[in-house]
């Protein structure tokens, strides 16, 4: 009885994994044949992107201030509090800023998309567009997911400067320190390769939480509460593949750069 | 029903030699369980409507979306406009489906958009000017009666006049083929005549080929019984006696097609399932 139950939820594993490789990978060829919904991912990239400014801006500016008041405490027992800067801006940049917008923008967006994908599928809405001749892939899926990509790069840019601001604001205010020295050691100690690490980061982060998110969403069933369902589902999942890609692109990327 | 003849075509008698529009074969389909359709197997003539009857859960509504390739049999073939489509790509079954129209259970209009974008979707997605659009768009909420609501937001209307905008989506491409699911499903008897009566004036003023599912008799035998006269702009009774020699009857019962034919075949078979449901 449980090997039968075991070798169920291996096949279901399974397949969805199998399910969701095919269409993640039909979404991302669709950008490269016509015809492309130009006007569909500008709407989306301003609910993705403005929609989400403000809780990137305070979750980045709070990253920062921690990172700061945690790091000053250590640093002060070796007498090394001038380096605060250099300590925030690398973790902002090279991990924070990507993987904190990452799961906040997957809290907000991935739910979003899922649940508003999984009502139009219960709904019919989605076979209606299918019998409307419109590939609802092409026109929902496609344009969520390359606005998740585009919009987070930017959005990591944002959470990665308020964080640097974030710390500052702490070193300078509660830590009494030199607001000039801060921003020097930041910016010193700063190499092309921790920008590139953190720029690479959001492109991945994008594209898993808006293909999670499209992908619980159209395979919905089960009336309102499969729409729960797919939500849960679709938040649960990218934030822990965000991380859990984190710690791959990280051990690739420090590869290719070592520090 | 002040625009009678504002998507009339100009002739409305199909071609004689013409193939079925929709041939179904030995098709099945079930979803993790027991088989929802069973060796199903029927056609629909150039002209001719279908009225799929049927008590609820029998596989009707899934037998519509097999039609238009919304779902794939397990076994058969399902022939669209002379093609065969049970196997058809999606991405080629996309310019077949825009040539039929589907009025769905609960209509499916998008929520988020106007009554003018729902009913104008696919000249929308086609990049048609604004103008002609909303010409047509007109047009087809006139032939439904509800030219005033075309800047409304489907949230706001009736479940009637949703089904009537329903109507009007799949009417204004003009299409080949008409499915209607359950068009009069939980609406009140006054909103069903009018709901049938604008299936009856597509039926008789464009000899639109069609398949209804529905589970009223009322309905069915409505569209059997009456014709729609242009002049009187209304629809009105068949002589005693006559009825529309177009409008034919399927029946399904657990899965299976157990009759097929016209209202005299319906009304003496010796069926007992089909006796006990007319009765």
Redesign the interface.
């Known amino acids: 009885m449980a090997i039968n139950t075991i070798d169920r939820t291996a096949k279901q594993i399974v397949l969805t994994l199998q399910e969701y490789s095919l269409f993640a990978s039909r979404a991302f060829l669709n950008l490269f044949r016509p015809p492309i919904y130009w006007t569909d991912f500008l709407m989306q990239s301003d609910i993705i992107g403005v929609g989400s400014v403000p809780i990137v801006i305070l979750s980045g500016f709070f990253t920062g201030g921690v990172l700061a008041l945690q790091s000053a405490a250590t640093l002060s027992e070796f007498g090394a509090t001038a380096v605060t800067g250099q300590f925030v801006s690398l973790t902002m940049i090279r991990e924070l800023g990507a993987v904190l917008t990452g799961i906040m923008v997957a809290g907000r967006n991935a739910s979003s998309m899922a649940s508003e994908l999984g009502s139009m599928v219960v ?3 989605i ?9 609802p892939m092409r ?1 929902l899926v496609t344009p969520r997911i390359f606005a998740s990509i585009a919009m987070l790069l930017l959005l990591t840019i944002v959470s990665d400067a308020f964080g640097i601001v974030g710390g500052a604001a702490v070193t300078v205010f509660l830590n009494h320190q030199n607001a000039t020295q801060y921003f020097h050691m930041a910016y010193e100690r700063l190499h092309y390769p921790d920008i590139i690490q953190g720029l690479v980061k959001p492109l991945f982060f994008g594209y898993i939480l808006g293909s999670i998110g499209c992908f619980y969403g159209m395979r919905t069933t089960g009336g309102t509460e499969g729409v729960g369902r797919a939500t849960i589902s679709a938040v649960v999942n990218s934030s822990v593949l965000i991380i859990a890609v984190d710690f791959l692109i990280t051990h690739v990327l420090l590869s290719i750069f070592p520090t | 029903m002040s625009n009678a003849a504002a998507l009339a075509p100009s002739n409305p008698t199909p071609p004689p030699d013409a193939g079925p529009v929709v041939a179904l074969r030995d098709v099945s389909i079930s979803f993790d369980g027991p088989p929802v359709l069973q060796d199903v197997t029927f056609s629909v003539a150039p002209g001719e409507t279908r009225i799929l009857l049927g008590p609820a859960g029998v596989g009707k509504s899934v037998l519509l979306k097999l039609v238009i390739g919304l779902l794939r049999p397990q076994n058969g073939s399902i022939v669209l406009f002379g093609e065969e489509i049970s196997r058809m790509p999606e991405e080629k079954l996309f310019p077949l489906r825009s040539r039929a129209g589907i009025v769905f259970q609960e209509s499916a209009l998008f929520d988020s958009l106007s009554v003018r974008d729902n009913v104008g979707y696919q000249w929308i997605q086609e990049g048609a000017p604004d103008e002609e659009i909303d010409q047509r768009v007109r047009e087809a909420l006139s032939f439904v009666g509800l030219a005033e609501t075309f800047s409304l937001y489907p949230p706001s209307l009736s479940g009637g006049m949703r089904r009537r905008v329903a109507i009007a989506r799949a009417l204004i491409h003009n299409p080949e083929l008409i499915l209607y699911d359950s068009p009069t499903g939980g609406l009140d008897p006054v909103t069903s005549t009018t709901i049938i009566e604008l299936i009856v004036k597509q039926r008789d003023v464009k000899a639109t080929p069609s398949v209804l599912v529905t589970h009223r008799l009322q309905d069915a035998f409505t569209l059997c019984n009456h014709r729609f006269d242009p002049e009187q702009d209304r629809m009105v009774p068949l002589p005693a006696g006559q009825t529309n020699a177009n409008t034919t009857f399927l029946m399904l019962e657990e899965g299976r097609l157990i009759f097929d034919g016209s209202l005299d075949d319906l009304l003496h078979t010796d069926d007992k399932f089909v006796r006990e449901f007319l009765e």
């Open positions: 709904t019919e809405q076979d209606a567009m299918r019998a409307l001749g419109v590939d026109k």
